[in-house]
């Protein structure tokens, strides 16, 4: 109980500072807080390390860019201030992962799955941090990215537009994460039981990049977009435009905005860290 109360506590403080440093909005402040709870009340520093690892190197690249994307973002769906739907979609599949591992913990502390569901958490924050870098870094790219579904030049931003700044930040972001639960796991910490170190570094590594592709493949094919008749342009933007007008459908699947889109990608990455954990295991 003094656990989850602290873990609440620490939570709470961190959920506050990103909410003042606006990096999330209230609503946002609200489910990071509670998915904080969760993942140090009821996990402990580990845990937190790889969540907060996410969360901070994410949280300060979308900061860093925002400007940028005031000039060539015209097709983003929200600020860099994140909401409740965006932590769930970003964080969610990791929690729920998390909270797994806790609950069969208690009735089956031997389980054979326990060290996959934390591969699988490791995995599902590194295509939510795969899935950020390639899109934030990827404005670095010197020619526009390409659509992974017709291969045509698309402006930067355009939901499932890949470059290779783009892929190498992807690259970079999910190895970050599973970097550090690789150097846990040779420093005796973490819970990837006998797996080596270096297995787990690259289960996770590749499991994040899956989910990154799984979300541009995605992004180019059934996601929502819509077009505004006054900026003759394409954006994912709806009811409103940036402008102020209505936009209208243009193509995609109407229910699957970006943050279904994101879903997917830390969903798919998490059942590809944990069955792949299964499997070498
Ligand atoms: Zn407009």
Redesign the pocket.
Known sequence: MAKLLTGLLVALVIAYLAFRAKALNKSGGVAAALLGTIVFGLGGLDWALILLIFFISSSALSKFFEKKKGISGENFLKGSRRDAWQVAANGGMAGLLALSYFILSRFSPGSEVLPPLWIGFGASLAAANADTWGTELGLLNPSNPVLLSTFKRVPKGTSGGVSMVGTLASLGGSALVGGAVGLLASAGWGHGGDMRPFLQFLVITGSGLFGAFVDSLLGASLQAIYY?P??K?E?EQHPL?????L?EHLRGLMWLNNDWVNAACTISAGIMGLLLAILLN
């Open positions: 505004c006054v900026c342009k954006t435009h940036r402008c102020g007008n936009t």
